[in-house]
């Protein structure tokens, strides 16, 4: 584990981000007598801006995916604060016969002012910089924030 906590600290000396992080020295874990390295890094400015959104119909999902993915999602990634964002296709859980939902689309936000960014947004919503999908709209079926409550974990390097 200190390995990889170096290996990315220096990464991020590399990349002029290493004052985000914050090296501590080891201690002792709680659940057990090995000794761990813990780290801090700065978290509040990260968050994540999830959609769950369903096609308008059967007959427009492909023209609505496309607008989606060639020119909403560029849009959004435009607004300052937005940093990335990716698309996936909802797939039903173990006890389900179908996902509840068709799409999830989740935005990665940097900033200390999330309700400025999102004023942003509604801002240039139907506007010439976020046309509206000129077809049959659903709402989304649900949006939701999450900030990073802990450093980005990664499995370790195997061989």
């Known amino acids: 584990m200190y390995a990889l906590l170096a290996k990315s600290l220096q990464q991020g000396k590399r990349d002029g981000i290493a004052s985000a992080f914050e090296m501590r020295p080891f201690?002792?874990?709680?659940?057990?007598?090995?000794?761990?390295a813990t780290a801090r890094i700065d978290l509040m400015t990260k968050q994540l801006f999830m959609i769950i959104t369903e096609a308008p119909s059967a007959e427009e999902e492909a023209a609505f995916?496309?607008?989606?993915?060639?020119?909403?999602?560029?849009?959004?990634?435009?607004?300052?604060?937005?940093t990335a964002a990716q698309r996936?296709?909802?797939?039903?859980?173990?006890?389900?016969?179908?996902?509840?939902?068709?799409?999830?689309?989740?935005?990665?936000?940097?900033?200390?002012?999330?309700?400025?960014?999102?004023?942003?947004?509604?801002?240039?919503?139907?506007?010439?910089?976020?046309?509206?999908y000129p077809g049959e709209?659903?709402?989304?079926?649900?949006?939701?924030?999450?900030?990073a409550v802990t450093a980005r974990m990664a499995a370790p390097e195997r061989e």
């Open 27 to 36: 201690k002792r874990s709680s659940a057990s007598d090995r000794r761990v």
């Open 65 to 82: 995916e496309t607008w989606y993915v060639d020119r909403h999602m560029p849009d959004v990634l435009a607004v300052p604060g937005f």
């Open 88 to 132: 996936f296709r909802l797939a039903p859980g173990p006890d389900e016969d179908n996902a509840p939902a068709r799409f999830l689309t989740i935005y990665e936000m940097e900033t200390d002012d999330r309700a400025a960014v999102m004023a942003e947004v509604r801002r240039r919503a139907g506007t010439p910089k976020m046309p509206l």
């Open 137 to 147: 709209r659903k709402s989304p079926a649900a949006t939701m924030f999450a900030e």
